[in-house]
């Protein structure tokens, strides 16, 4: 087994284990069939879902620009090599447009199902203001972690807490900053990528 000490020293073992899948995939001359899917052990349906979750080229989503705030943008392509995304801006900002995989996710609601207390999610936090001759302004989201799930009339309401602060690097003086986010819905919140779905990624 793998000795995992820290959050970064993760990261760093997921990214070195995709990019030898990567590099397998990529000697296949037939990359992601469901057929394949199935000889490994997972069935067409899983497949699917799996494959629905990770962001393809065309796919609108969330993604980290720079110290750990995200905001909304297009794929463009889907670089294998290193495992990152080329992306345009919905603000048309240009910088900031090639994140790695694990920090891009599909800007699509999830279902109330799909996570629970201690899961990853994005969230909405402080809108900014265009920037003359850079960007047009937008809604600005943020890293979290559930902490409490409450159903009130049928409907589920998450709340938790930024799971980044200053000491990762994170800007936290921006205007509507709070370390806690209360009572959102699924129609605010967004699944943060699993590993997993870079298996899936085209």
Avoid: C
């Amino acid at each position: 087994m793998m000795e995992v000490s820290s959050q970064g020293n993760l990261d760093s073992k997921m990214e070195e284990i995709f990019s030898r899948i990567a590099e397998f995939v990529g000697k296949s001359d037939d990359s992601g069939s469901l057929a394949e899917s199935e000889e490994e052990g997972i069935s067409g349906d899983a497949a699917t879902a799996i494959r629905s979750r990770a962001p393809q080229v065309g796919d609108h989503v969330i993604s980290h620009h720079f110290r750990h705030a995200y905001f909304t943008a297009t794929i463009l392509s889907f670089d294998k090599d290193d495992m990152s995304y080329h992306i345009q801006w919905d603000d048309g900002d240009p910088t900031g447009r090639n994140p790695k995989y694990n920090q891009v996710a599909l800007n699509i609601e999830p279902d109330e199902d799909d996570f629970g207390v201690g899961e990853s999610v994005f969230f909405p936090q402080g809108s900014y203001g265009a920037t003359d001759g850079n960007n047009t302004g937008g809604m600005r989201y943020h890293e979290g972690i559930v902490d409490s799930v409450v159903e009130r009339d049928g409907v589920k309401y998450f709340s938790g807490h930024h799971s980044k602060g200053e000491d990762d690097g994170k800007w936290v003086t921006f205007r509507g900053y709070q370390y806690e986010f209360k009572d959102m819905t699924t129609k605010q919140l967004r699944i943060a990528p699993n590993a997993m779905d870079a298996l899936f990624l085209a």
